[in-house]
């Protein structure tokens, strides 16, 4: 920001106090930066903006504020003629004042906590967020957790998340490792915990697509053994292209239609000496269905072996097996994916 720059803020500071023909009186205070510069302002607009101005201003020397300085050090002068530009701006922030804030975020938030301006501190938070990058995040994050900025100090955990191998490249990062090792073991927690957290989701979202293509294959076992699928129909004869019923799944269904045909031309003793595992896949799908389907009457249901399986069950309820109650858990799963798509597909209908 250059001098011109500078007075040209300042006289639209005055032109903005200036309201209809009211006298605003003259500066009666003055900021000292650490470039020895000093700006005038007025001790009424520092004491209602930062409750540690007013402390200050109405110390030992309260009545005597004329001609009083107060020293603001440790960071450069545009950053202070940026802060009291602000406190005169009070949340009235245009896209000019907040490209300045953004410019000089880091210093506006340690200053901004400092004096106890929560407005600005807020502000040069989604600033300094807003514009995080894997060279400066180590640095913003040391003064969030010293400004307790505990929100900006997540964003900067999560971008550290994302990009830790350019982090690590860093000469901030290198200089962290040296001199606050505390806060390093906290960075490689939280990794090591957001590592363990995707682990969970991803295990998580694949047990979820698992259930719904159990649940999708439930469907059309029960589609190919009621209304036929193809061109043969339940009883075995050929259906009309107008009469074929639509088919839930073409893929799922052409599989299972090729396991059925296979579990009919494979052997009693071949499956019983080899173990075929088509026929094992097949034998596991009809005990899910029967695990999971709500027909009231038995003999309503046309999947094969579903009474059978249903009858074996009731012979073993309170019998404490650690196969049954792992049938038990995965039929529960499959039909609150059932209950789920069900209720996505009203939803749909209905936006529709």
């Known amino acids: 920001m250059t001098e011109e720059e500078k007075k040209r803020g300042e006289a639209e500071i005055h032109r903005w106090l200036e309201v209809g023909s009211v006298e605003i ?29 007013e402390s200050i201003l109405g110390g030992p020397h309260k ?5 009083r300085e107060i020293p603001i050090l440790g960071v450069p002068c545009d950053a202070v003629h940026a802060f009291v530009h602000s406190l005169y ?15 000089h975020g880091m210093h506006l938030l340690a200053l901004s906590h400092a004096y106890r301006v929560g407005w600005l501190k807020r502000v040069a938070e989604r600033a300094l967020s807003s514009r995080l990058t894997a060279e400066g995040v180590v640095d913003v994050m040391v003064l969030s957790q010293r400004c307790d900025a505990p929100r900006l100090h997540l964003q900067c955990l999560q ?16 200089f962290l490792q040296d001199h606050d090792p505390w806060l390093e073991l906290h960075i490689l927690q939280f990794l090591h915990h957001a590592h363990l957290r995707r682990r969970r989701q991803a295990r998580r ?4 697509s698992l259930y719904a293509e159990l649940h999708e294959a439930m469907d059309c076992l029960r589609h190919i053994c009621t ?12 259906l009309p292209a107008h009469a074929r019923p639509p088919c839930p799944n073409a893929v799922s269904c052409r599989g299972l239609r090729q396991l059925i045909r296979h579990f009919a031309a494979c052997g009693r003793e071949k499956r019983q000496q080899h173990g075929c595992r088509s026929c094992k896949r097949l034998w596991q799908l009809l005990r899910l269905h029967a695990s999971i389907c709500d027909e009231v009457d038995d003999a309503s249901c046309k999947v094969p072996l579903c009474i059978q ?15 049954s109650e792992r049938w038990r858990l995965l039929a529960k799963k499959v039909a609150s994916a059932r209950v789920m798509s069900q209720l996505v597909k009203r939803q749909s209908q209905l936006l529709v």
Request: charged letters at 30%; one cysteine or more.
């Open 25 to 53: 009186p003259p500066a009666d205070v003055r900021i000292v930066t650490s470039g020895g510069r000093r700006i005038p302002v007025h001790s009424t607009v520092l004491a209602s903006a930062s409750p540690v101005l």
């Open 89 to 103: 701006f009070a949340r009235c922030v245009s896209a000019r004042e907040e490209e300045m804030i953004g410019e």
């Open 159 to 174: 971008l550290l998340s994302k990009d830790f191998a350019l982090v690590e490249q860093t000469e901030a990062w290198r």
């Open 63 to 67: 009545g005597e504020s004329r001609g």
């Open 309 to 323: 399986f249903k009858q074996r069950m009731q012979k073993r309820v309170g019998e404490l097996e650690e196969d």
């Open 205 to 208: 979202k694949a047990e979820q």
């Open 227 to 238: 209304d036929g699928c193809g061109e043969v129909g339940p009883s075995g004869r050929l």
